[in-house]
């Protein structure tokens, strides 16, 4: 007992010191719940930023069909016995030379595979939008599960409190009994050691609730949850009367919405794309390519007159001389591909083996979903026969406690046997909050199936 004491005042302190809140009295729905989580759990801003980096390999794929364009300028300084790179003379001398160039180049044919990348680039944006959407999905149910469980906990400790009051009603009176003569004092140790426990499990209770909210308040990735708290919404309802559908309408509805099926078809496209483009690095490439050049010297120059005598001059002009050594070349280029040792016939067949792979895993996917989908009906459809079975067992308990505690009042009944009249009752009371909120969460998930999300889901 005094270890659940230490741990609901270490709980108490994490969530009081240094946190504040400025939604004190704000309850929150299991709505809102989801799509805070949606818009706020690290996870999903994960996938966010994948589909990002798609749409960045989508524009990297486009650039492949576009010319690539380079530029290119120098500058050198000559310093001794060399060349005058304009006029072709050797001599001792110190000179500058400036070039500049621009080459431009493009693919008109490379066995399809710049289309195929491009395909291929626009169908990974669509597989990593359906990622983020079951990503979206998984955190759904999650923060129902959550948010469930605190329910769960917040019923269960209503309970476990009101029973401390009947037993401190009881201890009360049986002092009185005691003192008076009426009931033994061992009758007395016993009811003080079931409020003690009573106490125990009270503490036991208010800190699962505690880890509870804790566990929700980090899926919604809450920065202020000092007070944080949740409706209590306690029915009991199949609101979209779900289990009216059979196993094989629900498995068909599943087949067409299910984001996980969505998802492995896209990544069999992908790797379809992918042997496409691998087959592609077989055939020959055609690409055209152009380029310009032009030069300049600082360095004097040797010129002849009429009688062939040598004489010096100063550099023409730099924009002249730039216009009178312009060159150009331009043409074609094709490269055929002939032995590269088996590096393009291994990556075909590995491209295949993943292409076998992805069909592999959408037959798994739809029998893991077919699976699912029963598993998921049955669990359902059992969790709603034993809440109602643990209902009748309550009303029996309740009934069987009302008894006893007439039997108590009179003096028919000892302390020991009222009391486990009482621990029954506690049990069944306790087995129809879990298999209450079991039941709601087993309704959601088939609702999940059937294409009905908690909250519409819309991908950014």
């Known amino acids: 007992m005094k270890i659940n004491k230490y741990n609901s005042l270490l709980f108490a302190l994490l969530f009081g010191f240094g946190l504040s809140s400025n939604a004190q009295s704000k309850q929150w729905t299991l709505e809102e719940c989801?799509?805070?989580?949606?818009?706020?759990?690290?996870?999903?801003?994960?996938?966010?930023?994948?589909?990002?980096?798609?749409?960045?390999?989508?524009?990297?794929?486009?650039?492949?069909?576009?010319?690539?364009?380079?530029?290119?300028?120098?500058?050198?300084?000559?310093?001794?016995?060399?060349?005058?790179l304009t006029t072709g003379i050797l001599r001792n001398q110190t000179t500058q030379y400036s070039s500049v160039g621009l080459s431009a180049g493009v693919d008109l044919y490379k066995g399809l595979q710049n289309q195929n990348t491009y395909r291929r680039a626009k169908l990974s944006i669509i597989a990593s939008q359906y990622q983020l959407v079951k990503m979206q999905e998984d955190i759904s149910l999650n923060v129902a599960s959550a948010f469930l469980q605190i329910l769960s906990n917040k019923e269960d400790l209503?309970?476990?409190?009101?029973?401390?009051?009947?037993?401190?009603?009881?201890?009360?009176?049986?002092?009185?009994?005691?003192?008076?003569?009426?009931?033994?004092r061992g009758d007395l140790f016993d009811l003080k050691?079931?409020?003690?426990t009573d106490k125990q499990n009270i503490a036991v209770s208010e800190n699962n609730l505690l880890i509870s909210k804790l566990s929700l308040a980090q899926l919604l990735?809450?920065?202020?949850?000092?007070?944080?708290?949740?409706v209590d919404d306690t029915n009991v309802k199949d609101e979209n009367n779900i289990l009216a559908q059979t196993p094989v309408e629900i498995y068909n509805k599943a087949r067409e919405t299910r984001t996980e099926l969505k998802l492995a078809q896209t990544n069999l496209e992908i790797a379809q794309k992918n042997v496409a483009i691998a087959k592609g690095a077989f055939q020959p490439t055609l690409s055209g390519f152009y380029g310009f050049n032009t030069r300049a010297s600082y360095s004097d120059q040797i010129r002849f007159d009429s009688a062939n005598n040598p004489y010096t001059v100063g550099p023409d002009p730099i924009f002249q001389q730039f216009s009178d050594n312009?060159?150009?070349?331009?043409?074609?280029?094709?490269?055929?591909p002939i032995f590269n040792g088996f590096s393009v016939k291994n990556n075909v067949?590995?491209?295949?083996?993943?292409?076998?792979?992805?069909k592999i895993d959408l037959e798994q996917k739809s029998l893991d979903l077919q699976r699912n989908v029963y598993t998921a009906f049955t669990d359902a459809k059992s969790s709603l026969n034993t809440y109602e079975a643990s209902t009748v067992t309550l009303e029996a308990r309740q009934q069987a406690y009302n008894y006893a505690k007439e039997k108590y009042d009179v003096g028919l009944m000892n302390s020991f046997d009222f009391t486990q009249a009482q621990t029954l009752l506690t049990n069944a009371q306790s087995d129809v909050i879990r298999t209450?909120?079991?039941y709601m969460f087993k309704i959601k998930i088939l609702e999940f199936y059937f294409g009905i999300p908690i909250v519409p889901i819309i991908t950014k």
């Open 158 to 184: 209503k309970i476990k409190k009101e029973q401390l009051l009947i037993d401190e009603k009881r201890f009360a009176r049986s002092e009185e009994m005691v003192n008076a003569g009426t009931i033994p």
């Open 193 to 196: 050691a079931t409020v003690a």
């Open 221 to 230: 990735q809450l920065k202020e949850f000092a007070d944080f708290d949740v």
């Open 34 to 84: 989801v799509r805070y989580a949606l818009e706020n759990n690290i996870t999903i801003k994960l996938s966010e930023l994948d589909v990002k980096n798609a749409v960045i390999d989508k524009k990297g794929a486009l650039g492949n069909y576009l010319p690539s364009v380079s530029g290119s300028a120098s500058h050198s300084w000559n310093i001794g016995l060399n060349q005058d």
């Open 436 to 438: 209450k909120y079991d």
């Open 349 to 358: 067949e590995r491209s295949k083996v993943s292409l076998e792979k992805s």
């Open 326 to 336: 312009k060159g150009h070349n331009f043409g074609l280029q094709l490269n055929v």
